[in-house]
């Protein structure tokens, strides 16, 4: 179930074209940009908007939270768990190292954004099944966990 949100209004726009992407976000103009392409599989709309939503949550859960939700993935990662929820935090993960994770640089820090975006569309987006969704059963767990813990019902703050 889709939780509670908190916060100011979201202005979502489907665009013809966003070139490469299919979405698009500005947190200070509180703007999401949707290519039309979304809409045309059942499902992909929900899940690519719950995706871009939750970019507007990562900004507001406060450090602690997010440390929280690093350590899952730092766990994954020494489980060596292949597979993710969405193809923005997959080709992401599959470029970082130990080295990456252990210093914590930028391109670490954007895969935990997107890795918290996509489990939330994963969550929240209704769908079962998705081509992307290719992170083991008992990892999904665990982060299922992690949002029933942390993120709820809601409100989520937005």
């Keep these: 179930m889709f939780p509670a949100l908190s916060g100011d209004p979201i202005r979502v726009e489907i665009r013809r074209s966003l070139g490469a992407h299919l979405a698009a976000t500005s947190i200070p103009r509180r703007t999401i940009l949707l290519d039309r392409e979304v809409l045309r599989r059942a499902g992909e709309f929900e899940r690519i908007l719950v995706h871009e939503v939750f970019h507007f949550a990562w900004v507001r859960l406060g450090n ?8 899952v993935l730092e766990a994954e990662f020494a489980r060596h ?13 599959k470029k970082l190292s130990a080295s990456v994770i252990r210093t914590r640089t930028p391109a670490w820090r954007r895969y935990i954004c997107e890795s918290f ?4 569309a ?27 813990r942390n993120v709820g019902d809601g409100p989520v703050r937005i």
């Excluded at 939270?65 to 350590?71: F, I, P």
Aim: with cysteine; aromatic share 18%; proline share 2%.
């Design 117 to 120: 975006c996509d489990s939330a």
């Design 64 to 71: 602690p939270r997010r440390r929280k939700w690093e350590r």
């Design 122 to 148: 994963w969550m929240f987006a209704g769908l079962s099944r998705h081509d992307e969704f290719t992170l083991g059963a008992r990892f999904r767990r665990r982060r299922a966990q992690w949002f029933a």
């Design 81 to 93: 768990a292949a597979g993710e929820l969405g193809w923005s935090a997959e080709w992401r993960k």
